[in-house]
């Protein structure tokens, strides 16, 4: 499982766009990356997926470079509701595990 | 459409007391999962299972058991409590390997154990 770093916390304002990193320099050719959202007292909850390039949904955008050994996920225009935990995890499909790390703490002000 | 379920809600023990926590899954999934997840701090990875019949060992299995006698079910073990086991737990399930599709999360299990 390739390793992944994130930063603890980040603070923001409603309306903005959010972006949130997570480097995976040891990420393998047959890794994924995921995202999941945790709000407090709920369990996880599964956000976007990518191999390369850019993957977009109802939630949020999700960038791969080329050389895909980071990640950045963006949230556009936040609101006090996206306040939450996101986790980045990187694996693939031989991965029976899924191993969360500490994740992102976001907070969201008025 | 329940999902997953998890039982009981809350609980309290006393030190060296034994409990299961059941968590449930009416999505047909082979894949379940049992965290752990202390103030502050992410889920860690307790056991986790491939499917029915089989479990093994997560990050953190000290103290654990756990048994998949059915698909559907996943049961977490603690045969003698202890104050670090205090935690909220959290059990999964996900169709197929998890790291390229979703996994579905219950609404976690608030343990105290005094």
């Known amino acids: 499982l390739a390793k992944t770093t994130q930063p603890i916390s980040m603070d923001s304002y409603e309306g903005q766009e959010v972006n949130i990193t997570c480097s995976h320099n040891?990420?393998?050719?047959?890794?994924?990356i995921t995202w999941y959202q945790q709000f407090p007292s709920q369990g996880p909850r599964f956000i976007i997926q990518?191999?390369?390039t850019k993957v977009t949904n109802e939630v949020a955008s999700l960038f791969i470079p080329a050389d895909r050994k980071s990640s950045t996920l963006s949230l556009p225009r936040v609101s006090l509701s996206d306040t939450a935990v996101y986790y980045c995890?990187?694996?693939?499909?031989?991965?029976?595990?899924?191993?969360f790390g500490t994740g992102t703490r976001l907070q969201v002000f008025p | 459409n329940a999902g997953v379920t998890q039982t009981p809600k809350f609980r309290v023990l006393k030190t060296g007391q034994s409990m299961t926590l059941l968590c449930a899954q009416d999505?047909?999934?082979?894949?379940m999962y049992w965290y752990r997840q202390d103030p502050g701090m992410g889920l860690r990875l307790i056991h986790y299972?491939?499917?029915?019949?089989?479990?093994a060992k997560g990050e953190v299995p000290d103290g654990y058991n756990v048994s998949r006698l059915k698909k559907q079910n996943f049961l977490l073990g603690l045969e003698s409590a202890a104050p670090s086991q205090t935690s909220v737990y959290f059990c999964?399930?996900?169709?197929?390997?998890?790291?390229?599709?979703?996994?579905?999360f219950g609404q976690g299990t608030r343990l105290t154990v005094v």
């Open positions: 299972s491939v499917g029915e019949g089989t479990t």
């Open positions: 040891n990420i393998a050719t047959n890794d994924y």
């Open positions: 995890l990187v694996g693939g499909h031989n991965t029976d595990k899924l191993i």
């Open positions: 999964a399930s996900s169709p197929r390997r998890s790291m390229n599709t979703e996994a579905f």
């Open positions: 990518g191999y390369k």
């Open positions: 999505m047909n999934h082979e894949y």
